[in-house]
């Protein structure tokens, strides 16, 4: 919610403090301490959010030709607890915990990409990585996660375009044409990214996906930067 320079961020093997907020892996879940404020409006922003992973992976793979950029799912499946005493909320819920790590910035290796992921009947994750690089072919990453513990590849139907929101970003989704996918839900839609909950068709099934788009040149825009800090304050 904050960007925070490295004076004010301090790790170990079970603990990551981002200034007044920390991270803490208890063994058995990861638990988000926030201790943070809103903007632009200046109001408290407190509580404690605990993901509980139904597994662990230690599974991670090249998101472009170069290696560069690396991803791979902690916790495909894993379930929430929320509890916020400033605004009050509190809720539970499923979950999804990934990684992604560069050795450059996104904006040097990709102009966009589509990413979504669905339980299936059998209790495995399918998850879709549409990827757009900056220089090379396009990529696609389709692998589902088993309860079991096992990572197998799967073939994923043709991309499908769908509405754009507000901010006009345009979005796709993989989905079988016989179960054509629609949006059930716009979360969250700025000028260079949306999330949504979408219902598509995948493995012979109907599913409910949380998806993602990221513009990366909508991203890199002067306008965009200077946006940023409103919704993100920066402290060095």
Known sequence: MTERGR??????????????????????????????????????????????????????????DAGLHHWGPLAPSARVEVELGSPFSAWRGHAYMDSNEGELPIADGFTEWDW??????????????????????????????????????????????????????????????????RVIQTLEDTPFYVRSVLESGLSGERVISMHETLNVLRLNTAMTRLMLPWKMPRLK
């Open 7 to 64: 004076r004010h961020i301090s790790r170990d093997s079970h603990n990551f403090q981002v200034g007044p907020s920390h991270l803490r892996w208890t063994g058995a879940h990861l638990e988000i301490q926030i201790n943070e404020w809103s903007v632009p409006i200046p109001r408290p922003v407190r509580g404690v959010i605990r993901i509980i992973p139904e597994r662990l992976f230690a599974f991670t793979t090249a998101l472009d």
């Open 116 to 181: 979504s992921r669905a339980s299936l009947s059998d209790g495995s994750v399918a998850v879709l990585y549409d990827i757009r690089q900056r220089q090379g072919s396009d990529r696609l990453l389709a692998l589902r996660f088993g309860r079991d513990g096992q990572v197998t590849q799967f073939d994923a139907p043709a991309r499908q375009s769908l509405p754009k929101a507000l901010w006009r970003v345009g979005r796709s989704v993989r989905s079988e044409p016989e179960r054509p996918a």
